[in-house]
C-alpha cells in the first residue's frame, strides 16, 4: 500500500553532520505526522523529531538544538538534518509516517532503517 525508503545514513566523526531523507510512495491520499525514531542496540526505540502537516514540530530534549526536521508535503519527503553529532547518537533511524490512504483508510507506516554510526 505505502512504502517508505530512507536514504542518507553513514559514518561520521562526532561533531559532524549527516542528512537523512524519506521518501513515501503508493496509495496516498495524505500524510500526516512525519517523524524519525531511533533505536540503539539493547534500547527501545525512541521519537527524534516529528512534524505535523501544517508545519509544527517536536523534537526529544537530547537532539534540541542539533537536529532539524523538515518536510515537502508535494514530494511527500521528509528530511532530518542532524548536526554537532555525538557518539550517543549512534541508532538505527526509522522514518514513520501517519497516511491516509486513497481508500480513506489510515496506517502507521514504517521505513526499513538506516545505521548513523558516530565515532568519537
Known amino acids: 500500500q505505502v512504502q517508505l525508503v530512507e536514504s542518507g545514513g553513514g559514518l561520521v566523526q562526532a561533531g559532524g553532520s549527516l542528512r537523512l531523507s524519506c521518501v513515501a510512495s503508493?496509495?496516498?491520499?495524505?500524510?500526516?505526522?512525519m517523524g524519525w525514531y531511533r533505536q540503539a542496540p539493547g534500547k527501545q526505540r525512541e521519537l527524534v523529531a516529528a512534524?505535523?502537516?501544517?508545519?509544527?514540530?517536536d523534537y526529544s530534549d537530547s537532539v534540541k538544538g542539533r537536529f532539524t526536521i523538515s518536510r515537502d508535503n508535494a514530494k511527500n519527503t521528509w528530511d532530518l538534518q542532524m548536526n554537532s553529532l555525538k557518539p550517543e547518537d549512534t541508532a538505527v533511524y526509522y522514518c514513520n509516517a501517519g497516511v491516509t490512504l486513497t481508500t480513506r483508510s489510515t496506517v502507521d507506516v514504517w521505513g526499513q532503517g538506516t545505521q548513523v554510526t558516530v565515532s568519537s
Open positions: 503508493g496509495s496516498i491520499f495524505s500524510i500526516n505526522a
Open positions: 512534524v505535523t502537516r501544517g508545519g509544527s514540530t
